[in-house]
């Protein structure tokens, strides 16, 4: 099992940045990739990045220029660095971690952006 507890969410203004971070615990030996999903009010949930154990990252188109993932396996922790913050990143921001053989979420923290 891995516990993920994120933080760093909170209300900005457009143009702000925020940091989010999501550190594992639990059976961390397994993680592989980590990762942001968000979801806003009434769509879908969606990818946002992700990074491999060897720092590999993935980052959805709209999204480079403006969002940075990063990793720090010693503390088994992702960090999310946003900047130029739109209104349309209004979101809850889920952090997720796959193993070999399962995947976890976590709860998942608020960003709000106004405009």
């Known amino acids: 099992q891995v516990h993920l507890v994120e933080s760093g969410g909170g209300l900005v203004q457009a143009g702000g940045s925020l940091r989010l971070s999501c550190t594992a615990s639990g059976s961390i030996f397994s993680i592989n990739t980590m990762g942001w999903y968000r979801q806003a009010p009434g769509k879908q949930r969606e990818l946002v990045a992700t990074?491999?154990?060897?720092?590999?990252?993935n980052l959805v188109d709209s999204m480079k220029g403006r969002f940075t993932i990063s990793r720090d396996n010693a503390k088994n922790t992702v960090y999310l660095q946003m900047n130029s913050l739109e209104p349309e990143d209004t979101a809850v921001y889920y952090c997720?971690?796959?193993?070999?053989?399962?995947?976890?979420w976590g709860q998942g923290t608020q960003v709000t952006v106004s405009s």
């Open positions: 997720h971690v796959t193993t070999y053989g399962n995947n976890y």
């Open positions: 990074i491999t154990r060897g720092g590999r990252t």
